[in-house]
Protein backbone atom coordinates (compact mmCIF):
# COMPACT_ATOMS: atom_id res chain seq x y z
CA UNK A 1 0.00 0.00 0.00
CA UNK A 2 1.81 3.29 -0.92
CA UNK A 3 0.13 6.67 0.23
CA UNK A 4 -1.80 8.41 -2.15
CA UNK A 5 0.94 11.07 -2.42
CA UNK A 6 3.39 8.74 -3.07
CA UNK A 7 5.18 10.07 -0.10
CA UNK A 8 6.25 8.16 2.89
CA UNK A 9 3.64 6.87 5.60
CA UNK A 10 3.73 9.40 8.48
CA UNK A 11 3.01 7.86 11.47
CA UNK A 12 2.84 9.70 14.88
CA UNK A 13 3.97 7.95 18.17
CA UNK A 14 2.08 9.65 21.19
CA UNK A 15 2.55 10.50 24.81
CA UNK A 16 5.75 8.04 25.10
CA UNK A 17 6.94 9.62 28.19
CA UNK A 18 10.00 7.13 28.65
CA UNK A 19 11.19 6.98 24.72
CA UNK A 20 10.22 2.90 25.58
CA UNK A 21 8.53 3.12 21.19
CA UNK A 22 11.74 4.22 19.75
CA UNK A 23 13.77 0.79 18.95
CA UNK A 24 10.62 -0.87 18.33
CA UNK A 25 9.42 1.25 15.54
CA UNK A 26 12.90 1.81 14.45
CA UNK A 27 12.52 -0.90 12.87
CA UNK A 28 10.10 0.25 10.49
CA UNK A 29 11.54 0.61 7.13
CA UNK A 30 12.59 4.50 6.77
CA UNK A 31 11.85 4.43 2.70
CA UNK A 32 8.33 3.34 3.82
CA UNK A 33 7.30 4.95 7.30
CA UNK A 34 8.08 7.93 8.55
CA UNK A 35 8.04 7.92 12.59
CA UNK A 36 7.44 11.00 15.27
CA UNK A 37 7.28 9.85 18.50
CA UNK A 38 5.92 12.95 21.17
CA UNK A 39 7.75 12.51 24.79
CA UNK A 40 4.57 14.58 26.28
CA UNK A 41 0.67 14.99 26.08
CA UNK A 42 -1.24 17.98 25.78
CA UNK A 43 -4.54 18.88 27.10
CA UNK A 44 -7.57 16.67 25.47
CA UNK A 45 -10.05 17.52 23.15
CA UNK A 46 -13.06 17.51 25.80
CA UNK A 47 -12.10 18.40 29.06
CA UNK A 48 -13.82 21.27 29.77
CA UNK A 49 -10.58 23.02 31.20
CA UNK A 50 -9.21 22.77 27.99
CA UNK A 51 -9.30 26.09 25.70
CA UNK A 52 -10.03 26.37 22.19
CA UNK A 53 -5.98 28.10 21.45
CA UNK A 54 -4.90 24.48 23.28
CA UNK A 55 -7.38 22.30 21.05
CA UNK A 56 -5.81 24.27 17.67
CA UNK A 57 -2.62 23.09 19.14
CA UNK A 58 -3.60 19.66 19.05
CA UNK A 59 -4.79 19.40 15.34
CA UNK A 60 -2.01 21.17 14.26
CA UNK A 61 0.10 18.10 15.43
CA UNK A 62 -1.76 15.68 15.12
CA UNK A 63 -3.59 16.45 11.56
CA UNK A 64 -0.83 15.68 9.14
CA UNK A 65 0.14 11.90 10.19
CA UNK A 66 -1.77 9.04 8.21
CA UNK A 67 -1.26 6.71 11.61
CA UNK A 68 -1.30 7.60 15.28
CA UNK A 69 -0.40 5.42 17.97
CA UNK A 70 -1.77 6.57 21.21
CA UNK A 71 -1.26 5.22 24.61
CA UNK A 72 -4.66 4.32 26.80
CA UNK A 73 -6.74 6.95 27.16
CA UNK A 74 -3.87 9.40 27.42
CA UNK A 75 -4.86 11.81 24.53
CA UNK A 76 -8.76 11.14 24.00
CA UNK A 77 -10.10 11.03 19.96
CA UNK A 78 -13.68 12.27 20.30
CA UNK A 79 -15.61 12.86 16.98
CA UNK A 80 -14.95 16.48 16.77
CA UNK A 81 -11.12 15.84 16.91
CA UNK A 82 -11.67 12.87 14.37
CA UNK A 83 -13.24 14.93 11.76
CA UNK A 84 -10.54 17.77 12.14
CA UNK A 85 -8.08 14.36 10.77
CA UNK A 86 -8.14 14.11 6.99
CA UNK A 87 -5.03 12.36 6.59
CA UNK A 88 -5.73 9.38 9.22
CA UNK A 89 -6.05 6.02 7.92
CA UNK A 90 -5.20 3.77 10.95
CA UNK A 91 -5.43 4.49 14.31
CA UNK A 92 -3.87 2.11 17.22
CA UNK A 93 -4.41 2.24 20.75
CA UNK A 94 -2.62 0.47 23.67
CA UNK A 95 -5.01 -2.29 25.45
CA UNK A 96 -8.08 -3.64 24.06
CA UNK A 97 -10.39 -1.02 26.03
CA UNK A 98 -10.03 2.68 25.57
CA UNK A 99 -13.48 4.52 26.36
CA UNK A 100 -11.89 7.84 25.11
CA UNK A 101 -12.02 6.49 21.58
CA UNK A 102 -15.03 7.51 19.41
CA UNK A 103 -15.42 3.66 17.53
CA UNK A 104 -18.55 4.80 15.89
CA UNK A 105 -16.93 8.03 14.44
CA UNK A 106 -13.80 5.79 13.42
CA UNK A 107 -15.74 3.35 11.97
CA UNK A 108 -18.15 5.88 10.06
CA UNK A 109 -14.46 7.61 8.60
CA UNK A 110 -13.41 4.02 7.44
CA UNK A 111 -10.68 4.82 10.19
CA UNK A 112 -9.30 1.00 11.22
CA UNK A 113 -9.08 0.88 15.06
CA UNK A 114 -6.47 -2.34 16.87
CA UNK A 115 -5.63 -2.68 20.52
CA UNK A 116 -2.75 -4.75 22.18
CA UNK A 117 -2.87 -7.34 24.74
CA UNK A 118 -0.73 -7.31 27.91
CA UNK A 119 1.05 -10.59 26.87
CA UNK A 120 3.92 -9.89 29.32
CA UNK A 121 2.98 -11.69 32.13
CA UNK A 122 1.33 -14.19 30.56
CA UNK A 123 4.67 -14.96 28.57
CA UNK A 124 6.84 -15.12 31.42
CA UNK A 125 4.02 -17.62 33.58
CA UNK A 126 4.03 -19.79 30.68
CA UNK A 127 8.17 -19.60 30.56
CA UNK A 128 8.64 -20.68 34.18
CA UNK A 129 9.87 -17.17 35.30
CA UNK A 130 7.21 -16.09 37.25
CA UNK A 131 6.57 -17.61 40.48
CA UNK A 132 2.61 -19.47 41.11
CA UNK A 133 0.20 -16.90 41.58
CA UNK A 134 1.64 -14.78 38.40
CA UNK A 135 -1.72 -15.15 36.91
CA UNK A 136 -3.86 -13.20 39.73
CA UNK A 137 -1.02 -10.53 39.88
CA UNK A 138 -0.58 -7.18 37.16
CA UNK A 139 1.08 -4.39 37.41
CA UNK A 140 -1.95 -1.90 38.37
CA UNK A 141 -2.15 -4.79 41.71
CA UNK A 142 1.34 -4.45 42.67
CA UNK A 143 0.99 -0.64 42.17
CA UNK A 144 -2.09 -0.54 44.30
CA UNK A 145 -0.68 -2.70 47.12
CA UNK A 146 2.06 -0.27 47.00
CA UNK A 147 0.25 3.22 47.20
CA UNK A 148 -1.89 1.26 50.00
CA UNK A 149 1.37 0.79 52.24
CA UNK A 150 3.01 4.22 50.86
CA UNK A 151 -0.17 5.83 52.62
CA UNK A 152 -0.52 3.44 55.31
CA UNK A 153 3.28 3.53 56.46
CA UNK A 154 3.65 7.17 55.37
CA UNK A 155 6.37 6.49 53.17
CA UNK A 156 6.40 9.95 50.66
CA UNK A 157 6.18 12.23 54.42
CA UNK A 158 9.01 10.13 56.20
CA UNK A 159 11.08 10.10 52.97
CA UNK A 160 10.88 14.07 52.92
CA UNK A 161 11.46 13.92 56.50
CA UNK A 162 14.84 12.03 56.28
CA UNK A 163 15.63 14.22 53.48
CA UNK A 164 14.89 17.41 55.26
CA UNK A 165 16.93 16.84 58.09
CA UNK A 166 13.96 15.66 60.40
CA UNK A 167 13.05 12.38 62.19
CA UNK A 168 9.85 10.68 63.08
CA UNK A 169 7.31 13.21 62.03
CA UNK A 170 4.33 11.00 62.18
CA UNK A 171 2.85 7.18 63.10
CA UNK A 172 2.28 4.42 60.65
CA UNK A 173 -0.80 2.11 60.56
CA UNK A 174 -0.78 -1.45 60.80
CA UNK A 175 -3.12 -3.54 57.97
CA UNK A 176 -3.18 -6.98 59.75
CA UNK A 177 -7.06 -7.50 60.57
CA UNK A 178 -8.30 -4.55 59.31
CA UNK A 179 -11.13 -4.20 56.61
CA UNK A 180 -9.71 -3.71 52.72
CA UNK A 181 -12.83 -2.52 51.53
CA UNK A 182 -13.42 -3.05 47.36
CA UNK A 183 -15.20 -0.89 44.96
CA UNK A 184 -15.80 -3.39 42.07
CA UNK A 185 -14.68 -7.07 42.32
CA UNK A 186 -13.61 -7.58 39.07
CA UNK A 187 -10.05 -9.07 37.48
CA UNK A 188 -8.07 -6.02 39.36
CA UNK A 189 -10.18 -5.33 42.31
CA UNK A 190 -10.28 -9.59 43.25
CA UNK A 191 -6.63 -9.56 42.39
CA UNK A 192 -5.54 -6.25 45.02
CA UNK A 193 -8.36 -8.05 47.10
CA UNK A 194 -6.68 -11.25 47.00
CA UNK A 195 -3.07 -9.73 47.43
CA UNK A 196 -3.63 -7.82 50.83
CA UNK A 197 -5.58 -10.68 52.51
CA UNK A 198 -2.91 -13.02 52.08
CA UNK A 199 0.05 -11.09 52.58
CA UNK A 200 -1.21 -9.04 55.59
CA UNK A 201 -4.31 -10.24 56.64
CA UNK A 202 -6.39 -8.02 55.67
CA UNK A 203 -10.00 -9.03 55.43
CA UNK A 204 -11.93 -8.13 52.70
CA UNK A 205 -15.24 -6.24 52.02
CA UNK A 206 -16.66 -5.59 48.28
CA UNK A 207 -19.61 -3.49 46.83
CA UNK A 208 -20.43 -2.44 43.27
CA UNK A 209 -23.99 -1.98 41.70
CA UNK A 210 -24.84 -5.35 40.82
CA UNK A 211 -22.32 -7.73 42.92
CA UNK A 212 -23.94 -10.00 44.49
CA UNK A 213 -22.36 -13.08 47.33
CA UNK A 214 -23.00 -15.74 45.38
CA UNK A 215 -20.17 -13.44 42.32
CA UNK A 216 -18.36 -12.82 45.15
CA UNK A 217 -17.80 -16.28 46.26
CA UNK A 218 -17.10 -17.60 42.69
CA UNK A 219 -14.45 -14.29 42.44
CA UNK A 220 -12.93 -16.00 45.51
CA UNK A 221 -12.58 -19.46 44.06
CA UNK A 222 -11.08 -17.34 40.30
CA UNK A 223 -8.86 -16.49 42.87
CA UNK A 224 -7.54 -19.59 44.87
CA UNK A 225 -9.11 -18.83 47.60
CA UNK A 226 -12.10 -20.63 49.82
CA UNK A 227 -15.01 -19.15 49.98
CA UNK A 228 -15.15 -18.77 53.76
CA UNK A 229 -11.80 -17.77 55.95
CA UNK A 230 -11.27 -21.08 58.00
CA UNK A 231 -10.16 -19.90 62.07
CA UNK A 232 -12.29 -17.02 62.53
CA UNK A 233 -16.07 -16.58 63.54
CA UNK A 234 -18.13 -19.56 61.75
CA UNK A 235 -19.64 -18.43 58.09
CA UNK A 236 -17.23 -15.53 57.66
CA UNK A 237 -16.85 -15.24 53.75
CA UNK A 238 -13.32 -14.44 52.15
CA UNK A 239 -14.97 -11.43 50.12
CA UNK A 240 -17.75 -10.51 51.67
CA UNK A 241 -20.34 -8.35 49.29
CA UNK A 242 -21.78 -5.66 51.15
CA UNK A 243 -24.03 -2.47 50.44
CA UNK A 244 -22.39 1.05 49.71
CA UNK A 245 -23.02 2.71 53.11
CA UNK A 246 -21.24 -0.38 54.95
CA UNK A 247 -18.51 -0.42 52.44
CA UNK A 248 -17.53 3.21 53.11
CA UNK A 249 -18.72 3.13 56.69
CA UNK A 250 -16.55 0.15 57.76
CA UNK A 251 -13.32 -0.35 55.74
CA UNK A 252 -9.90 1.18 56.85
CA UNK A 253 -9.01 1.03 53.20
CA UNK A 254 -11.26 1.75 50.36
CA UNK A 255 -9.86 0.60 46.79
CA UNK A 256 -11.23 1.73 43.84
CA UNK A 257 -11.14 -0.88 41.11
CA UNK A 258 -14.20 0.23 37.93
CA UNK A 259 -14.18 0.57 34.65
CA UNK A 260 -15.39 4.18 33.63
CA UNK A 261 -18.53 4.44 31.63
CA UNK A 262 -20.99 7.00 31.63
CA UNK A 263 -22.57 5.29 34.68
CA UNK A 264 -19.62 5.52 37.23
CA UNK A 265 -18.50 8.50 36.01
CA UNK A 266 -18.78 10.49 39.17
CA UNK A 267 -20.05 7.19 41.11
CA UNK A 268 -18.45 8.03 44.34
CA UNK A 269 -19.21 11.77 45.77
CA UNK A 270 -19.29 13.55 49.11
CA UNK A 271 -22.04 11.44 50.76
CA UNK A 272 -19.65 7.88 50.39
CA UNK A 273 -16.76 10.11 51.32
CA UNK A 274 -18.18 11.46 54.50
CA UNK A 275 -19.22 8.17 55.67
CA UNK A 276 -15.47 6.97 55.93
CA UNK A 277 -13.88 6.77 58.80
CA UNK A 278 -11.40 9.64 59.79
CA UNK A 279 -8.54 6.65 60.55
CA UNK A 280 -9.26 5.54 56.84
CA UNK A 281 -7.51 5.49 53.72
CA UNK A 282 -8.43 5.73 49.80
CA UNK A 283 -6.52 4.52 46.96
CA UNK A 284 -7.77 4.90 43.26
CA UNK A 285 -6.04 3.48 40.37
CA UNK A 286 -8.77 2.61 37.97
CA UNK A 287 -9.82 6.24 36.54
CA UNK A 288 -10.06 9.22 38.14
CA UNK A 289 -13.55 10.75 37.24
CA UNK A 290 -14.71 8.10 39.10
CA UNK A 291 -14.42 10.16 41.92
CA UNK A 292 -16.14 13.81 42.02
CA UNK A 293 -12.49 15.25 42.17
CA UNK A 294 -14.05 18.21 43.73
CA UNK A 295 -15.77 16.49 46.79
CA UNK A 296 -12.58 14.72 47.52
CA UNK A 297 -10.09 17.57 47.45
CA UNK A 298 -12.85 19.12 50.03
CA UNK A 299 -12.97 16.02 52.39
CA UNK A 300 -9.01 15.98 52.31
CA UNK A 301 -8.59 19.82 52.74
CA UNK A 302 -10.97 19.35 56.23
CA UNK A 303 -8.48 15.84 57.42
CA UNK A 304 -12.13 13.91 56.95
CA UNK A 305 -10.04 10.56 56.82
CA UNK A 306 -5.99 10.13 56.94
CA UNK A 307 -5.28 9.71 53.82
CA UNK A 308 -5.58 9.38 50.10
CA UNK A 309 -3.43 7.78 47.60
CA UNK A 310 -3.73 8.23 44.04
CA UNK A 311 -2.35 7.01 40.56
CA UNK A 312 -5.55 8.96 38.26
CA UNK A 313 -6.63 12.24 38.03
CA UNK A 314 -9.69 13.91 35.83
CA UNK A 315 -7.43 15.56 33.72
CA UNK A 316 -3.85 14.42 33.12
CA UNK A 317 -1.22 14.67 33.44
CA UNK A 318 -2.06 17.23 36.46
CA UNK A 319 -1.89 20.78 35.32
CA UNK A 320 1.38 22.93 36.82
CA UNK A 321 -1.31 24.85 39.36
CA UNK A 322 -3.54 22.04 40.38
CA UNK A 323 -4.73 21.29 43.60
CA UNK A 324 -3.07 18.33 44.09
CA UNK A 325 0.31 19.97 43.43
CA UNK A 326 0.26 22.58 45.08
CA UNK A 327 -1.61 22.14 48.29
CA UNK A 328 0.20 21.79 51.40
CA UNK A 329 -0.57 17.89 52.11
CA UNK A 330 -0.70 16.54 55.67
CA UNK A 331 -0.20 20.14 57.12
CA UNK A 332 -2.61 22.25 59.09
CA UNK A 333 -4.60 19.53 59.61
CA UNK A 334 -5.32 18.45 55.84
CA UNK A 335 -5.09 14.57 55.12
CA UNK A 336 -1.65 12.89 54.09
CA UNK A 337 -1.51 12.52 50.38
CA UNK A 338 0.11 10.19 48.24
CA UNK A 339 0.30 11.17 43.75
CA UNK A 340 1.98 9.01 41.40
CA UNK A 341 1.49 9.82 37.66
CA UNK A 342 -0.63 7.11 36.34
CA UNK A 343 2.11 4.46 36.67
CA UNK A 344 -0.40 1.48 37.46
CA UNK A 345 0.66 -0.34 34.05
CA UNK A 346 3.94 1.49 33.03
CA UNK A 347 6.12 -1.47 32.78
CA UNK A 348 9.40 -2.13 30.96
CA UNK A 349 8.13 -5.91 29.89
CA UNK A 350 4.23 -4.37 29.06
CA UNK A 351 5.13 -1.41 26.96
CA UNK A 352 7.67 -3.21 25.43
CA UNK A 353 4.95 -5.55 24.16
CA UNK A 354 2.22 -3.08 23.89
CA UNK A 355 4.93 -1.24 20.84
CA UNK A 356 5.72 -4.50 19.77
CA UNK A 357 2.32 -5.51 18.63
CA UNK A 358 1.49 -1.75 16.91
CA UNK A 359 4.58 -2.01 15.15
CA UNK A 360 3.02 -5.44 13.42
CA UNK A 361 0.08 -3.87 12.76
CA UNK A 362 1.77 -1.07 11.17
CA UNK A 363 3.30 -3.80 8.57
CA UNK A 364 0.18 -5.95 8.09
CA UNK A 365 -1.89 -2.30 7.13
CA UNK A 366 0.79 -1.92 4.97
CA UNK A 367 0.19 -5.18 3.25
CA UNK A 368 -3.29 -5.26 3.82
CA UNK A 369 -3.47 -7.82 5.75
CA UNK A 370 -6.05 -8.39 8.72
CA UNK A 371 -4.99 -6.14 11.74
CA UNK A 372 -4.39 -8.17 15.74
CA UNK A 373 -6.84 -7.24 17.87
CA UNK A 374 -9.08 -5.28 15.86
CA UNK A 375 -11.48 -2.76 17.45
CA UNK A 376 -13.64 -1.79 14.75
Given at each position: ?A??T????K?????????ISI???NT???T?F?????R?T??????P???Q???E?LV?R??PF??I????E??PFP?D?IS????L??????????????????S???I????????????R?R????PPGAAN??ST???A?A??L??ARGL????A???S??WQ??????LAG???????LG???A??????????G??????SP?L?Q???D?R??????PV?I?G??P??K????V??T??FAES?????H?????R?R?L???????R?K????LV??SRG???E?A?????????G?R???L????????P????WR??KW?????S???LT???G?V??D??DAW?????E????W?N?Q?????L?
Amino acid sequence: MASATGQRWKIAVLDDYQGISIPHFNTLDRTIFSVTPFRDTLSPWGHPDTPQHVKEALVRRLEPFHVICTMRERTPFPKDLISRLPHLRLLLTTGLRNASLDLPALSAAGIPVAGTTDSATAARARAGSAPPGAANSTSTTEHAAALILAAARGLARDDAAVKSGLWQTGIAVGLAGKTLGVVGLGRLGAATARTMHLAFGMRVAAWSPNLTQEQADQRAVEMGLPVEISGVEPGEKTFRAVDRTALFAESDVVSVHLVLSERSRGLIAADDLRRMKKTAILVNTSRGPLIEEADLLDVLKKGGIRAAALDVFSLEPLPFDSEWRTTKWGQDGRSDVVLTPHMGYVEQDTLDAWYAQQVENIKRWHNGQPLINPLT
